[in-house]
């Protein structure tokens, strides 16, 4: 290793076995190696500008994965291994998508599937004779692009990125040659097209030989090598890759290509684009899961990657109504092949603490390389797991990985079992704090007792906070929150709108020129003004999600009125009633909601923070509709739609569904044999209306 490992680029990898290396010079090395992968990364991502070669930057990346395979105990947060993701060439300029790029959820056992059906019959209240087609299509593994089309011209090529902004490639895909650039026919005004850009199984290990042949970087896998091709700074180099897309759906357009999906797709096929020839109309649950299984045997012959099989309602009036729950369609589905799986050795077990307190058994890997990926960490989840399993330190174990999801071990290979290999007992203490853990009887997880006092619950809690669904700072991220508060600089989410102060301080920081700091800083004080909802989410709160977070915001509007509820000085009875009076809420959500804010610390925080930022009211989603700010109670049967699609649309035009009938509900919407309920809205005087009444106001 070179001596000098404050300079990141003079940094090489060390050549002594880590067999014969002390834990105190590993753990130098690992320090210098995470400093200066980290380095090379912003070199080679970042500025396009790599200032090694490919070559000597893997043998850094190998050194460090075979330091951490020899020093399990050594890996350290920032460890390059732990990392994920390319972060966002910022070479790149933003487009802010006209419409949200989605992503899907996920089904693994044909019961899933079956749900999924019955969920959207439900939903659209549809009998058993009414038809429901969906359509089943292969799940590319590549990455989705929106293409945008202008008279018919490609005006624009953006990534998903985090699917309200992605990043803008228009230039590489005119160059690409996987879409067409002028669309046959007569296509709409403005057409969105929405589809995966991926790489042939062949032209990848095409492309991995020509570049072993010149020295330079290979690839793990097709996706990546279409990534890594598209989101190139010089289009010539995006040229000579052999991209393809497959369209499969569309954004934004100024009229309805078609009725149906499968329609939908001829016509794009007809406008010039590629569609997946594998994509059937089902009319049962029994077609579908057909269509998976001939799309799973034709998998490996197919000469591109797929990950599953996407399942789509195919009628747009129903998906229209059907609408998204978060950041998924509810009329679609993606059906997952098994996961990958292999062997390994499991060297030892760790215990991280999460931001809620959790004490999670991670597994540390002999690195193994499963699905393209290798992996060293694998999650236990508890300790019960971990008993059931009868997992010890030093077995042989079955791994697998499956998509994006954490790896897990499946189980031992207990014929395999060394003689020497130790039960694993869990702690009853924090490891981080010390503070007693604690399981409540009935529940799986052990917990840290010490609340935000414990250092790693706070780390992770303003790792959280930083995060990108909640106030995604650029330039502040987990790395820079891990340094700041190892330099007591942060300790509650408000001292980082307290960090201009530490100016001169952070321009001592390794890393830190004028203009970092002064982007940092402004990037800072931009999130000052920060929705209601993203503010709620970055609170950490056990079992409060982003969607959750929304009710939330929507429910109570403003901060002042959130903490007078919750706060200390509420009853917890009543907050108890008014929370789980907000559908989706339940006792034991409302019970860790409360007891966030009954810690006096949690509260300090909370009103520290709030002094420093102007909170923006949700955003109602139809301000001038006839019902936005009302409060609508629906009950009895009603004819034309379920329940949820009721309360789906009513809140879509901004108004908001209660459960219960009181002096502040607006109307009550009685369907057939209403109750009890309509009778407390006589008596309270709040008006009913008939389901057609209703439809009517809506309606307009
Ligand atoms: S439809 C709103 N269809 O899977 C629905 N997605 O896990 C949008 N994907 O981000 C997606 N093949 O990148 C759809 N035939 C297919 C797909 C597909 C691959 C990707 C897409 C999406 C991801 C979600």
Not at 16 to 42: C, K, N, Q, R, V
Not at 56 to 82: C, I, K, M, Q
Not at 204 to 218: H, P, R, T, V
Not at 424 to 432: D, R
């Amino acid at each position: 290793m070179n001596a000098d490992s404050h300079d990141p680029e003079a940094v090489r990898a060390g050549s002594t076995p880590p067999g014969d290396m002390s834990e105190a010079e590993a753990s130098a090395e690992l320090a210098s190696l995470a400093g200066a992968i980290a380095f090379h990364d912003a070199r080679y991502h970042g500025d396009d500008a790599p200032v090694i070669s490919d070559a000597d930057y893997d043998a850094l990346v190998a050194r460090n994965r075979a330091l951490e395979s020899a020093f399990p105990g050594l890996v350290r947060t920032d460890s390059p291994s732990l990392r994920v993701g390319t972060p966002v060439a910022s070479g790149f300029g933003k487009v802010c998508h006209a419409k949200p790029m989605l992503s899907l959820n996920n089904g693994f056992t044909d019961e899933d599937i079956a749900d999924f059906a019955a969920r959207i019959r439900r939903f659209l209240s549809l009998s058993d004779e009414d038809e429901l087609a969906l359509t089943a299509e292969p799940k590319i593994d590549g990455l989705s692009l929106s293409l945008r089309y202008e008279g018919g011209r490609l005006v624009q090529a953006a990534t998903r990125g985090d699917g309200a902004e992605g990043e803008d490639v228009t230039a590489n895909i005119r160059v690409a040659g996987a879409a067409p650039l002028e669309l046959a026919g007569t296509p709409p005004r403005v057409l969105e097209v929405r589809g995966e850009l991926y790489m042939d199984r062949a032209d990848f290990l095409a492309l991995n030989e020509a570049q072993d042949a010149a020295d330079s970087k290979i690839f793990a896998n097709p996706r990546n090598a279409a990534a890594g091709s598209l989101r190139q700074k010089d289009p010539a180099v995006t040229a000579s890759r052999r991209l393809r897309f497959f369209a499969y759906s569309l954004g934004e357009a100024s009229a309805p290509l078609a009725a149906t999906h499968m329609e939908s797709l001829a016509a794009l096929g007809a406008m010039g684009f590629s569609i997946n020839p594998l994509s059937r109309r089902c009319t049962d649950v029994a077609g579908l899961l057909d269509t998976y299984a001939s799309i799973g045997a034709a998998r490996a012959d197919l000469g591109y990657d797929i990950d599953g099989v996407v399942y789509k309602v195919d009628r747009h009036d129903y998906q229209e109504r059907l609408g998204q729950v978060a950041r998924a369609p509810r009329w679609a589905l993606a059906h997952k092949f098994p996961a990958e799986q292999a062997e390994t050795t499991l060297n030892d077990i760790d215990i991280q603490v999460g931001r809620t307190g959790a004490l999670t058994p991670v597994a540390r890997l002999a690195p193994v390389t499963v699905g393209g990926v290798v992996v060293s960490n694998a999650t236990l989840h508890n300790e019960d797991e971990i008993r059931r399993k009868d997992i010890r330190i030093g077995d042989r174990v079955v791994i697998q990985r499956a998509g994006d999801v954490i790896p897990q071990v499946v189980r031992v290979i207990t014929e395999q079992r060394p003689a020497d290999s130790t039960e694993f007992s869990f702690p009853e203490t924090c490891p981080q704090c010390d503070a007693p853990a604690i399981r409540p009887e009935g529940e799986a997880v052990r917990r840290c007792t010490n609340s935000l006092e414990c250092p790693a619950q706070r780390l992770e809690w303003l790792k959280h906070f930083v995060s990108r669904d909640a106030f995604d700072i650029e330039g502040l991220g987990a790395r820079q929150i891990d340094q700041f508060v190892s330099l007591g600089w942060v300790e509650r989410p408000a001292d980082i709108f307290r960090l201009a102060a530490k100016r001169d301080e952070l321009a001592t920081l390794d890393g830190y020129g004028e203009t970092s700091i002064r982007n940092l800083l402004a990037a800072i004080e931009a999130r000052r003004d920060i929705a209601f909802e993203r503010f709620i989410f970055a609170l950490g709160i056990r079992q409060v999600g982003q969607a959750t977070a929304r009710l939330l915001a929507l429910h109570y509007d403003r901060p002042e009125a959130m903490l007078a509820a919750v706060g200390p000085d509420a009853d917890p009875e009543a907050t108890t009633a008014e929370l789980t009076a907000i559908d989706q809420v339940g006792d034991s959500m409302a019970a860790d909601l409360i007891g966030f804010f009954a810690n006096a610390s949690n509260f300090a925080a909370v009103e520290d923070l709030l002094a420093q930022l102007s909170v923006i009211p949700p955003e109602r989603p139809a301000e001038n509709s006839p019902v936005s700010g009302k409060t609508i109670v629906f009950t009895g049967t009603l004819a034309g739609m379920s329940r949820a699609e009721a309360k789906a649309r009513a809140e879509q035009l901004g108004a908001k569904v209660s459960g219960s009938v009181s002096a502040k509900t607006s109307y009550l919407v009685a369907g057939a044999d209403a109750g009890s309920k309509a009778r407390k809205a006589a008596e309270l005087g709040v008006t009913v209306l008939s389901e057609d009444d209703w439809l009517a106001m809506i309606d307009g």
